[in-house]
């Protein structure tokens, strides 16, 4: 017989700034190593040094996108909460109108386009 399946943890919210930070100087540290082998270093690994420069330029736009993010999701949730969605995603439709009008994505009587948080 089967054991009913245990709920699943709550999620961890972390700080996102210090493995990006870790990250970003990581990469900065090998391609200081690399400029600093200089000529030593062979014709054909030279293409190391984009790829430092690529994960230094992807850390440096996580690090100043993540708070972006963040805070999107934040607005959307408190959105959701507004309209008395369940489950925060949008997908549910529990935004009906209180007055028994039919309401558009910006709360007037056009209902032809979606909210901004729902799939079309």
């Given at each position: 017989m089967r054991q009913p399946r245990r709920p699943d943890p709550e999620v961890l919210?972390?700080?996102?700034?210090?493995?990006?930070?870790?990250g970003t100087l990581a990469w900065l540290a090998a391609l200081l190593v690399l400029l600093a082998l200089g000529d030593r270093l062979a014709e054909e690994d030279r293409w190391w040094i984009?790829?430092?420069?690529?994960?230094?330029?992807?850390?440096?736009?996580?690090?100043?996108?993540?708070?972006?993010?963040?805070?999107?999701?934040?607005?959307a949730e408190e959105r959701n909460a507004e309209y008395g969605t369940a489950g925060g995603d949008g997908a549910s439709?529990?935004?009906?109108?209180?007055?028994?009008?039919?309401?558009?994505?910006?709360?007037?009587?056009?209902?032809?386009?979606?909210?901004?948080?729902?799939?079309?």
């Open positions: 919210e972390g700080d996102y700034r210090v493995p990006t930070a870790l984009g790829v430092c420069l690529t994960g230094i330029a992807l850390g440096v736009f996580g690090y100043l996108y993540i708070p972006r993010l963040l805070r999107k999701r934040a607005e439709g529990g935004d009906a109108p209180e007055d028994g009008e039919e309401r558009g994505a910006d709360g007037a009587g056009d209902t032809t386009a979606p909210r901004p948080d729902q799939d079309p």
